[in-house]
Antibody
Framework: EVQLVQSGAEVKKPGESLTISCKGSGYSFTSYWISWVRQMPGKGLEWMGRIDPSDSYTSYSPSFRGHVTLSIDKSITTAFLQWSSLQASDTAIYYC?????????????WGQGTLVTVSS | QSALTQPASVSGSPGQSITFSCTGSTNDPGAYNYVSWYQQHPGKAPKLILYDVSNRPSGVSNRFSGSKSGNTASLTISGLQAEDEADYYCTSYTGTSTPLYVFGAGTKVTVL
């Protein structure tokens, strides 16, 4: 079974750093990009960026470039989303998704989501 | 920046069929040949239900179907069931625009 399993919920203070993870299994991890998607409380889905696990090449949405960092550890088939300085506005659920069929492709499956709460 | 517009809500009675749209902001119809649709129940992760406008992944009910006309993609749910009550999002690759992928704001489907 193809699965993406994300790390658990986090509660952080503004200014703190954070890394959340997304572990892939059941498929060739380096063959498909991983995209990250944000869902703020009660809101819709926003594409943040994608990473190619084979070479760590990244593409970011302008809304997130410079504020988050995507990375990969192929040895443990895991993708990471990192913040160096969290803001209250980063409070959201973050999903990773396997990105099929290249640029014109689709997202399947999705991880279960990681809730990040940033509050002083 | 490209955008996808969806109606905020649609409702129907059990057994009915409903159709709702996802309209792109550019004038290039070809840009929307690769629309995919996702179903999200409250508190759950999104689930792919259609890709490339009208293709269903394995395991997705054939009550879900998709079509496209010009820069508008549509999702039809036939034989509406209580379990179909959820939020539905469309998305598309924007090509050279940024961000590379945009989601519609979502359509809340209510089963009366």
């Amino acid at each position: 079974e193809v699965q993406l399993v994300q790390s658990g919920a986090e509660v952080k203070k503004p200014g703190e750093s954070l890394t959340i993870s997304c572990k892939g299994s059941g498929y060739s991890f380096t063959s498909y990009w991983i995209s990250w998607v944000r869902q703020m409380p009660g809101k819709g889905l926003e594409w943040m960026g994608r990473i190619d696990p084979s070479d760590s090449y990244t593409s970011y949405s302008p809304s997130f470039r410079g504020h988050v960092t995507l990375s990969i550890d192929k040895s443990i088939t895991t993708a990471f989303l990192q913040w160096s300085s969290l803001q209250a506005s980063d409070t959201a659920i973050y999903y990773c998704a396997r990105h099929l069929a290249g640029d014109y492709g689709w997202f399947d499956p999705w991880g279960q989501g990681t809730l990040v709460t940033v509050s002083s | 920046q490209s955008a996808l517009t969806q109606p905020a809500s649609v409702s129907g009675s059990p057994g009915q069929s409903i159709t709702f749209s996802c309209t792109g902001s550019t004038n290039d119809p070809g840009a929307y040949n690769y629309v995919s649709w996702y179903q999200q129940h409250p508190g759950k992760a999104p689930k792919l239900i259609l890709y490339d406008v009208s293709n269903r992944p394995s395991g997705v009910s054939n009550r879900f179907s998709g079509s496209k006309s010009g820069n508008t993609a549509s999702l039809t749910i036939s034989g509406l069931q209580a379990e179909d009550e959820a939020d539905y999002y469309c998305t598309s690759y924007t090509g050279t625009s940024t961000p590379l992928y945009v989601f519609g704001a979502g359509t809340k489907v209510t089963v009366l």
